[in-house]
């Protein structure tokens, strides 16, 4: 029944499964890293980190959700999950170079930004390609998926990191983002043109907090 969807939900959650399992490969031992590599790295400064990643968001959220209000189309949508999900991806390439507090707090907060202009692009998109009579049965997909594969990759991360080492678990995770931004570039035909208008239908998206 999943092979059913359209291609632009489809693409969308893969896109979706790529970025936020990506992710949590390094969620649940994101503190250690700190503790382990950041000169002084200790609860507080995951608590600060966690802290400017959720504040950050929240600032810009409203102000990047009006801005795509005001667009014609759909491009500017992609643009913004196609930017923000590399944002994202420099944002964990930046912590292998990380040794000081501060430098944690400046990429929690580049991955804010970019996690702020994917929601309101992605879940815009998203909401206005749903096949009709199919709404609740599309979301319900995309939490399944992105769900055994954030499971799956808070299991191998551990693994990876105590193995390999964070460098090699961020440089993965990286490419994974990367993967993530590139797939929605493949649904640009499907999408409303620049000069056209369709309403928009907000809906708030899960993130995996840090």
């Known amino acids: ?54 504040i950050t968001l929240s600032l810009v959220l409203i102000p990047f959700g009006r801005y795509l209000d005001r667009r014609l189309g759909e491009k500017d949508d992609l643009f913004f999950i196609v930017i923000g999900n590399t944002l994202a991806a420099f944002a964990v390439f930046g912590y292998i170079f990380s040794y000081l507090p501060w430098h944690i707090y400046f990429l929690q907060g580049v991955y804010a930004i970019g996690m702020g202009m ?30 055994i594969g954030a499971g ?21 995770i990286g490419i994974l983002l990367l993967l993530s931004a590139s797939l929605p570039l493949l649904i640009q035909k499907e999408l409303i043109p620049r000069d056209k208008k369709m309403p928009r239908v907000p809906e708030i ?4 907090p840090r």
Do not use: C
């Open 118 to 147: 994917n929601i309101p692009g992605y879940t815009a998109i998203f909401t206005r390609h749903i096949d009709k009579g199919r709404e609740a049965f599309s979301w319900s997909a995309r939490a399944a998926f992105i769900g």
């Open 205 to 208: 998206k899960t993130i995996q």
């Open 1 to 54: 029944m999943i092979f059913s969807i359209n291609k632009v939900i489809k693409f969308l959650i893969l896109s979706d499964v790529a970025l936020l399992a990506g992710l949590g490969f390094v969620t649940p031992i994101f503190a250690i890293f700190i503790a382990d590599n950041i000169q002084g790295g200790d609860m507080r400064v995951a608590g600060f980190a966690a802290s400017v990643y959720w």
């Open 152 to 172: 799956i990759a808070g299991s191998l991360g551990g693994l990876i990191a105590y193995r390999f080492g964070f460098d090699v678990l961020f440089i993965g």
